[in-house]
């Protein structure tokens, strides 16, 4: 143990930045806030709808397959790239160091353009509060009236960036890890209450067994398993560096293999949770289970209009919907404001502030045109996340390697024990399916009509963007860091 800790110290795996960057105030915040990087609409909006329309347990046991083979070992290798990193993807690439050192930027590039997702936690809020007023009476008249409304949206979305700014604005202890706490707690408080309220209504068995009892004959068709990869993919989250930001922030005897273990866990069974809001109410009410992707705005408080207390139940989903998404938005502005901290020395108030700028610019595009908003789900979210996980795993597991990871910042002062067999998922499996996936889409994407630059075609061109502008910011850190070494030495002399 002191020999590994020696080595650890002595080849820099570990320079405790906390003074500067802050960290965890507690085990208990570092958890939660790392399970609630990983909840958001992936798990509360698009899973109930996946599982509903792609066969219900036919969909449940392959993701939560992929969860275990693809998502969790991903995750992991973000965690303890982070821990060894000390910084946002921009220092932890760096420090790693070889031909893939500015993939950091890439990932900066991914997460700004990513910012039309924010809107999303805009729709919950504003659906939140308009449940306790007459305007939810109709649904889908609410929702024509808002989405048409471009000042609003506009407006809204800049208030959810504002938001989101406050707590990494606040620091670490005080932002992130306390509005984590109490706003997690009170997600998974509402959830609980949601599926205990459907379970218990006069014809929800029959949604409970579509929902849990597998039919073996539809699990094994292409659409349904790579359904369940992607969801696996999204509902999870790996790529964005959301994982590797917030374990940067971890103290050198954090166990960042065991956390990221409880984040799958939580992650899943968050999104099981909202499952069981859902799919019960579904056949209670004797409706279909093709609900599209508006079924949280529309169908769904519909659907709850037709219960008894359906209000109050609309209410708290539309108030956890807000809560699993803004915890992630704030996320988003700490992993980008990183980029400022990493690349030009700056102060963190002062990065967080050109963050949210940064993302108000990027987001407002797609916020206002929702052809737009689609082109850069698919472009981003198809293409963009699986190159950047495969480079990831390039990087951490076959040039730092895996092995070197898990011996020497994984494991040494962990009170759990991380295997080989993480080296043989995350060198392998985890690249192996984010091509299979990402091909597959292309491909999918092609042959059903869609533009030429959403298939195939859009799968070059975000590749031919993510390399040339991660050989491109290498090139430039690198210089950077001769430069600095240089001045150094000279001043040294």
């Known amino acids: 143990?002191?020999?590994?800790?020696?080595?650890?110290?002595?080849?820099?795996?570990?320079?405790?930045?906390?003074?500067?960057?802050?960290?965890?105030?507690?085990?208990?915040?570092?958890?939660?806030?790392?399970?609630?990087?990983?909840?958001?609409?992936?798990?509360?909006?698009?899973?109930?709808?996946?599982?509903?329309?792609?066969?219900?347990?036919?969909?449940?046991?392959?993701?939560?397959?992929?969860?275990?083979?693809?998502?969790?070992?991903?995750?992991?290798?973000?965690?303890?790239?982070?821990?060894?990193?000390?910084?946002?993807?921009?220092?932890?690439?760096?420090?790693?160091?070889?031909?893939?050192?500015?993939?950091?930027?890439?990932?900066?590039?991914?997460?700004?353009?990513?910012?039309?997702?924010?809107?999303?936690?805009?729709?919950?809020?504003?659906?939140?509060?308009?449940?306790?007023?007459?305007?939810?009476?109709?649904?889908?008249?609410?929702?024509?009236?808002?989405?048409?409304?471009?000042?609003?949206?506009?407006?809204?979305?800049?208030?959810?960036?504002?938001?989101?700014?406050?707590?990494?604005?606040?620091?670490?202890?005080?932002?992130?890890?306390?509005?984590?706490?109490?706003?997690?707690?009170?997600?998974?408080?509402?959830?609980?209450?949601?599926?205990?309220?459907?379970?218990?209504?006069?014809?929800?068995?029959?949604?409970?067994?579509?929902?849990?009892?597998?039919?073996?004959?539809?699990?094994?068709?292409?659409?349904?398993?790579?359904?369940?990869?992607?969801?696996?993919?999204?509902?999870?989250?790996?790529?964005?560096?959301?994982?590797?930001?917030?374990?940067?922030?971890?103290?050198?005897n954090e166990d960042t293999g065991r956390a990221q273990m409880t984040t799958g866990l939580a992650d899943t069974s968050i999104a099981l949770l909202a499952g069981f809001c859902v799919l019960p109410v579904l056949f209670a009410m004797g409706l279909g289970t093709d609900l599209g992707t508006q079924s949280s705005f529309v169908a769904l408080p519909m659907l709850f209009g037709q219960m008894a207390g359906g209000r109050i139940f609309t209410f708290l989903f539309f108030l956890a919907f807000f809560f699993a998404a803004y915890t992630c938005e704030y996320v988003l502005v700490d992993v980008t404001g990183s980029f400022f901290q990493d690349a030009f020395q700056w102060p963190r108030k002062k990065s967080i502030l050109a963050a949210g700028a940064l993302l108000i610019a990027f987001g407002l595009w797609p916020t206002l045109n929702e052809?737009?908003?689609?082109?850069?789900?698919?472009?981003?979210?198809?293409?963009?996340?699986?190159?950047?996980?495969?480079?990831?795993?390039v990087a951490a597991g076959w040039i730092f390697t895996a092995e070197r990871f898990r011996k020497t910042v994984m494991n040494p002062w962990g009170n759990g024990y991380i295997g080989p067999i993480w080296d043989l998922f995350y060198r392998w499996v985890v690249p192996g399916l984010s091509l299979f996936l990402m091909i597959y889409w292309a491909i999918d994407m092609t042959r059903s009509g869609a533009p030429w630059y959403l298939g195939v075609g859009g799968m070059v061109i975000i590749a031919v963007v993510l390399l040339g502008s991660m050989y491109l910011f290498g090139q430039w850190d690198k210089a950077k860091e001769q430069r600095v070494l240089a001045n150094f030495k000279s001043a040294r002399r």
């Open 371 to 393: 052809t737009v908003f689609n082109t850069y789900d698919t472009l981003f979210g198809l293409y963009f996340l699986p190159m950047a996980v495969v480079l990831q795993a």
């Open 1 to 252: 143990m002191e020999k590994l800790e020696r080595e650890y110290d002595k080849n820099h795996y570990f320079v405790d930045q906390s003074q500067a960057r802050g960290s965890w105030g507690t085990r208990f915040g570092f958890l939660i806030a790392l399970w609630f990087a990983s909840v958001g609409i992936g798990n509360v909006w698009r899973f109930p709808w996946k599982a509903a329309s792609m066969g219900g347990g036919a969909f449940v046991v392959p993701y939560l397959i992929f969860v275990i083979i693809l998502s969790l070992p991903a995750v992991m290798g973000e965690g303890v790239t982070g821990k060894y990193g000390q910084g946002g993807p921009v220092q932890s690439y760096r420090k790693i160091g070889g031909p893939l050192r500015g993939i950091g930027i890439s990932i900066i590039i991914l997460n700004a353009f990513v910012a039309y997702s924010i809107i999303v936690a805009g729709h919950a809020l504003v659906f939140c509060i308009a449940s306790l007023t007459p305007l939810m009476n109709d649904p889908g008249a609410m929702w024509n009236s808002y989405i048409s409304n471009p000042t609003l949206v506009t407006g809204v979305f800049i208030l959810i960036v504002l938001l989101s700014v406050i707590p990494p604005y606040l620091g670490v202890n005080k932002g992130i890890e306390k509005f984590a706490i109490y706003m997690g707690v009170t997600c998974i408080a509402i959830l609980v209450i949601g599926a205990a309220r459907a379970v218990t209504l006069p014809g929800a068995w029959a949604g409970i067994d579509y929902y849990l009892k597998p039919d073996w004959s539809k699990m094994f068709t292409i659409n349904v398993l790579a359904g369940a990869m992607a969801q696996a993919y999204f509902s999870f989250g790996p790529g964005w560096a959301w994982f590797l930001t917030l374990s940067s922030y971890a103290k050198y």
